[in-house]
């Protein structure tokens, strides 16, 4: 989004023309800047799924209680809450993350696309939910989520992987039921490459 | 003993130049943690096993980011993520050594939001320690996993003292092996230090594994030209394929000239508190040719001084094996 980067160059140059002006340190952040030892904001704008969100934002929270929690965005979910099972999975700036272990005051410049947001316009599924759709591939459901999102950040970069490089953009998306055969072979079929 | 996976409220600083980092650094002493990625720090902050009063966040500082060619070789900021330090060009073309210990790292995810700084400074995995036990490492007068219900197959065979917690990094035995250095910043200055002395184990300093210090920051890795696309050798062994920390892992460099070993570095991972250069072997193979027939005469020499523990003694063999195929290879 051209405003975020606006956004982020304005903060930049804010800091810039304050640490000229100023001997000290507790330059941080262009909202900081007048108070100078002071620690994040908590009311921050985020870009989810192309749409500009106020939230109130605790210090520390992380990305995943921001959308379900604060956003009510629960398609992301919460399954280990510490990074080793991939369900939280989510876009940010095209490159698959951990919302779990991501801090939303760390993505304000950030552009966020959670399964909400895969989707058409219209309500059409995205290739790849109806690949997993056409293949099984979700068993119980609630790793899909992350499933998807690792499988269109793959395809976004790499339109026809071949399986074993399908297999390695997916490995960090556990699946209790063991359904990763199903889910790989959703993968083939939306980038084409299965009848 | 309660479990806890949300993350404490604390205060959070977001410092974009890396002289207000140090100041912030330098002001909260202990009370602030540093954090790059944030991988290994959230697990501690949301087990309450460790606390401070602030998080002192690197990730917005743009000048800690990304590769540079040096004239003696490349500078890494601390704060490239470990997909780029395994994707960029410069590095798998020179050395392909650490790229390769960097793919390994974890999971797609983490390693797109790891750190190379975070990597070498992660603290190690013992359970026992990361369950918030009051062990030696902790501050306490006991340890844990040196027991004999202790499961300590993940710990170490050798340099143990008190503590036989084991390094858990991939890339670090890479750095040392290509004889990287840090670059080290305080309010005071900058220092710079061999990697091999970036890595502190439990004899020296039995609260931290590496030699950073209040107030400072580990900023960029230097890599000089010393091992540029020499023989390299990585291979980590895990139960897993992805996510799991090694069990063994290695990374060598030879140089060599008419199928004879002029010089080489061995290190390996995961198997005691720091990467272990294997340096009796590096001095036998000198001058010999690297084939099979040297590696299955030196291969045992390599685990001279281990000690297992009840459960790692598989470790040992797995070590010789790693050593013998880096040296075939």
Request: glycine share 8%; charged share 20%.
């Amino acid at each position: 989004m051209n405003s975020k980067l606006t956004r982020r160059r304005f903060i930049k140059g804010v800091i810039f023309s304050g640490a000229a002006a100023t001997t000290g340190t507790g330059i941080y952040l262009a909202a900081n800047a007048q108070s100078g030892q002071s620690t994040a904001e908590r009311l921050i704008t985020l870009n989810v799924n192309g749409r500009e969100r106020r939230v109130d934002v605790l210090p520390t929270e992380t990305l995943a209680n921001t959308l379900r929690y604060k956003l009510n965005m629960t398609g992301t979910k919460i399954g280990c809450n510490r990074g080793e099972c991939g369900a939280c999975t989510v876009l940010i700036d095209g490159v698959p993350n951990y919302a779990c272990s991501v801090l939303t005051q760390n993505i304000k410049d950030k552009e966020v696309v959670s399964i909400e947001g895969v989707k058409e316009a219209d309500g059409t599924l995205h290739a790849v939910q109806q690949a997993f759709i056409a293949e099984n591939a979700p068993q119980c459901g609630f790793c899909t989520p992350g499933q998807v999102m690792s499988a269109v950040a793959l395809l976004n970069n790499n339109p026809r992987p071949t399986k074993l490089e399908a297999a390695a953009a997916m490995s960090g998306n556990l699946c209790r039921c063991g359904a990763y055969e199903h889910y790989l072979n959703g993968v083939m079929r939306a980038s084409g490459q299965l009848a | 003993m309660p479990s806890h996976d949300v993350m404490p409220n604390m205060e959070l600083y977001q410092p974009v130049q890396v002289e207000d980092a140090l100041a912030i650094a330098d002001r909260l002493a202990d009370r602030g943690w540093l954090v790059g990625g944030g991988q290994d720090t959230y697990g501690w902050l949301k087990d309450r096993a460790k606390d401070a009063d602030a998080l002192i966040d690197l990730s917005a500082i743009e000048s800690l980011r990304g590769v540079r060619e040096t004239a003696d070789g490349i500078e890494i900021g601390a704060l490239t993520t470990i997909t780029e330090v395994a994707t960029n060009s410069v590095i798998q073309d020179k050395f392909s050594l650490l790229s390769q210990a960097a793919g390994v790292v974890a999971s797609p995810q983490i390693r797109n939001v790891g750190t190379l700084g975070g990597n070498v400074s992660q603290d190690v995995r013992c359970w026992y320690y990361r369950r918030g036990l009051s062990c030696y490492r902790a501050g306490g007068n006991l340890c844990y996993a040196d027991t004999p219900q202790g499961m300590n197959r993940d710990h170490s065979l050798f340099e143990a003292s008190r503590c036989v917690a084991a390094s858990p990094s991939d890339t670090a035995p890479a750095l040392v092996a290509l004889d990287a250095a840090m670059v080290i910043r305080s309010v005071n200055g900058e220092r710079t230090l061999a990697a091999e002395d970036y890595f502190v184990g439990p004899a020296n300093d039995i609260l931290s594994t590496t030699a950073l210090r209040e107030g400072e920051i580990l900023t960029a890795v230097k890599i000089p030209n010393t091992w540029a696309n020499a023989s390299f050798y990585f291979e980590k062994v895990a139960d897993r394929n992805v996510w799991d920390f090694s069990l063994v892992n290695i990374a060598a460099a030879f140089k060599v000239s008419g199928g004879v070993v002029e010089d080489s570095r061995i290190v390996c991972g995961a198997v005691q508190c720091t990467p272990r250069r294997v340096t009796n072997v590096e001095n036998a193979i000198r001058g010999q040719a690297k084939n099979t027939a040297t590696a299955e005469s030196v291969a045992e020499m390599a685990t001279d001084g281990a000690r297992a523990l009840a459960h790692n003694g598989f470790k040992i063999p797995l070590m010789q094996n790693l050593v013998k195929r880096a040296i075939s290879a």
